[in-house]
Antibody, heavy 119, light 112 residues
């Protein structure tokens, strides 16, 4: 069974940093691209970032480019999102999402972790 | 960025009755490889979002056949043939044809 478990969310002040983690299990992690998607409370979903299966190619939404860094450790089946220079508008539930195999898209989602940026 | 627009934003339905959600994209979702990467995702409160349909009409693993997808180009539809209680929640269309991936605003399905 595919499982994605996020952790690391919490309350942080504007300008602060936070590192999210996602523990993956139930599939061959090193074979899949991975994504972060967020949901602002009461609003819809928004794609944040993705990393290829090797970890050497990353892309970001314009809203987080230069502030967020996605990475992975295939030896530990872990995905990360380092978030720096956080803003109030980054407040959201952050989901770890698996890239699909054989077609362009995403398939399995984690439960999410809440990040609140507030003074 | 491709803008995805869903209608309706809220849909009260009676158990056992059909339901339909529309999704329109601001540009064609036909990829250069000939496929159309339009997915439907279901999000129940307290649960992780769940993929229902991908490439317009292909049901994902374990998805009941009461869910079906159709459409082409810029106009797509998700249909539930007979709504069950577990179908409540928010439904999103998502395009992954063109970077960046983008979502519709969501349609809240609730039982009358």
């Amino acid at each position: 069974e595919v499982q994605l478990v996020e952790s690391g969310g919490g309350l942080v002040q504007p300008g602060g940093s936070l590192r999210l983690s996602c523990a993956a299990s139930g599939f061959t992690f090193r074979s899949y691209w991975m994504h972060w998607v967020r949901q602002v409370p009461g609003k819809g979903l928004g794609w944040v970032s993705r990393v290829n299966s090797y970890g050497n190619s990353t892309t970001y939404a314009d809203s987080v480019k230069g502030r967020f860094t996605i990475s992975r450790d295939n030896s530990k089946n872990m995905l990360y999102l380092q978030m720096d220079s956080l803003r109030a508008e980054d407040t959201a539930i952050y989901y770890c999402v698996r890239g699909s195999s054989g077609w362009y898209g995403v398939d399995y989602w984690g439960q999410g972790t809440l990040v609140t940026v507030s003074s | 960025e491709i803008v995805m627009t869903q209608t309706p934003l809220s849909s009260p339905v009676t158990l056992g009755q059909p339901a339909s959600i529309s999704c329109r994209s601001s540009q064609s979702l036909v990829h250069r490889d000939g496929n159309t990467y339009l997915s439907w995702i279901h999000h129940r409160p307290g649960q992780p979002p769940r993929l229902l349909i991908y490439k317009i009409s292909t049901r994902f693993s374990g998805v009941p056949d009461r869910f079906s997808g159709s459409g082409a180009g810029t106009d797509f539809t998700l249909k539930i043939s007979r709504v069950e209680a577990e179908d409540v929640g928010v439904y999103y269309c998502m395009q992954t044809t063109q970077f960046p991936d983008s979502f519709g605003q969501g349609t809240k399905l609730e039982i009358k």
